[in-house]
């Protein structure tokens, strides 16, 4: 782990990769995402049950592909009196800020014209889950919460289970959330289905959740047949931190998110190089006693990055050019500074609001832009799972004084028969 001081020769180029830090490769594992969906649209569960076989290593009939209620009933006794209340109060914040999200169809009236608009929640969602390195019910409730908020009727899970076996704790959170169906498969093909639909899987209007390096890609190929939230990159943090700061409450966090991933990508950006001497003190301290110290040691070792800047007002720059996914303000006054803050994906405020809370607890949503889209892109939210659509009505008298326009309008396009369509109303109503 090595500090890049501002005055270091390989300061800004080493700014500049993280700037430039999108790193999904794709080109590597396109041509088998592509024969994968083209096998699920055309064979459907044949494939699927296949492909299970092949990634997920158990055989799958059509009749266990879908999660039974027996099958959620068992895991519910197996998760402690705790563990759902923990699950439970999750699901109530997240359901509560989300309800701040919701949208109503509006409309307006002028000189004969009415304009306006109608909002929809999708008929159906798919979520899918990931179920590689570790059970993430949190990601459920961060899916499927905010779907059934905005109204969506049919929200489908798919998750790959293991060796046929689930998480107790992410079949209890699907119950919670509202999940309407739960289907044993993951991977591209879990896509695959979710976008063409089988005879097992209903086919959904959005997919949405994070996945591997196949399930981005198997999303990304998908997407226009169905729409998708994001392409979601490694996890990643950035704490901007003030001499106020606390190094361990630093390294802590920083470790919080070295721990998903060995591509997680933890950076620290401060005035103060003591307080960057010190996080290195204390990550290296902390790392001993933590549970996924491989995961965490490449992480840190491949990605971590601690930059020591001349002032506040540069860390912000900085800051809003690398747009995190997670932005700690750990300052004195972090009420002012998130108003300079233009570029991520959720900003957690002062020296005990870690980001595991909004990980977990807060509310607001987990699911949010990575590899520097917070440029342009936002969390997850109700807004994700409801279409709008235009809504327009003329007056004969309205239509009569605005056609001399739209003729003009039509005739700068050359497109005589828009204009035609207009001009048979008028003399008609004449």
């Not at 689930?166 to 699907?174: K, R, T």
């Not at 110290?293 to 990605?303: C, F, N, P, R, T």
């Not at 799972?385 to 056609?403: C, G, N, P, Q």
């Amino acid at each position: 782990m090595k500090i890049f001081k501002y005055s270091d020769s390989d300061f800004y180029s080493t700014v500049k990769a993280v700037v430039n830090r999108a790193n999904l490769d794709l080109v590597t594992h396109d041509a088998t995402v592509r024969e994968i969906l083209k096998q699920i649209k055309e064979r459907g569960d044949n494939a699927l049950l296949e492909y299970t076989i092949q990634f997920d290593k158990f055989d799958l009939s059509l009749k266990e592909i879908k999660v039974s209620q027996s099958e959620i009933d068992q895991a519910r006794e197996k998760v402690s009196d705790k563990e759902t209340e923990a699950l439970r109060q999750a699901a109530e914040n997240i359901r509560e800020f989300h309800g701040h999200q919701i949208q109503k169809s509006w409309e307006y009236e002028k000189n004969g014209v009415l304009l306006g608009q109608n909002i929809r929640a999708l008929e159906t969602a798919g979520i899918y889950v990931p179920g590689g390195k570790a059970s993430y019910p949190s990601s459920v409730l961060m899916n499927a919460i905010p779907a059934k908020v905005a109204g969506v009727k049919n929200v489908v899970m798919c998750s790959p289970a293991s060796k046929g076996e689930y998480s107790p704790h992410v079949l209890v959170a699907a119950e919670i959330a509202g999940v309407d169906s739960i289907f044993k498969v993951g991977g591209a093909q879990a896509i695959g289905a979710m976008a063409y639909g089988t005879n097992t899987i209903p086919r959904v209007d959005k997919i949405v959740g994070p996945g591997n390096i196949y399930v981005a890609l198997a999303k990304r190929m998908v997407f226009g047949m169905v729409d998708i939230d994001m392409i979601a990159g490694p996890s990643e943090i950035l704490i901007l931190a003030d001499d106020s700061a606390h190094p361990d409450f630093i390294a802590a966090d920083l470790l919080s998110q070295a721990e998903h991933d060995e591509q997680a990508v933890p950076i620290l950006v401060t005035c103060s190089e003591k307080l960057a001497q010190d996080v290195v003190k204390e990550l290296t301290k902390q790392t001993g006693r933590l549970n996924r110290q491989s995961i965490i040691k490449e992480s840190l070792s491949d990605q971590c990055r601690l930059f020591v800047v001349r002032s506040i007002d540069e860390a912000v720059n900085l800051a809003n050019e690398i747009a995190p996914e997670h932005l700690e303000l750990a300052v004195k006054e972090p009420q002012d500074l998130v108003k300079q803050i233009r570029n991520a994906g959720a900003v957690f405020l002062g020296h005990y609001t870690p980001e595991a809370v909004g990980d977990y607890l807060a509310g607001p949503n987990h699911v949010l832009p990575t590899s520097g889209t917070a440029r342009f892109s936002s969390p997850l939210g109700v807004y994700d799972f409801v279409k709008k659509t235009s809504v327009m009505s003329y007056s004969s008298e309205a239509l009569e004084k605005d056609a001399p326009l739209i003729r003009i309008l039509a005739d700068m396009e050359h497109l005589d028969a828009h204009a035609n369509a207009v001009d048979l109303r008028v003399k008609k109503s004449k």
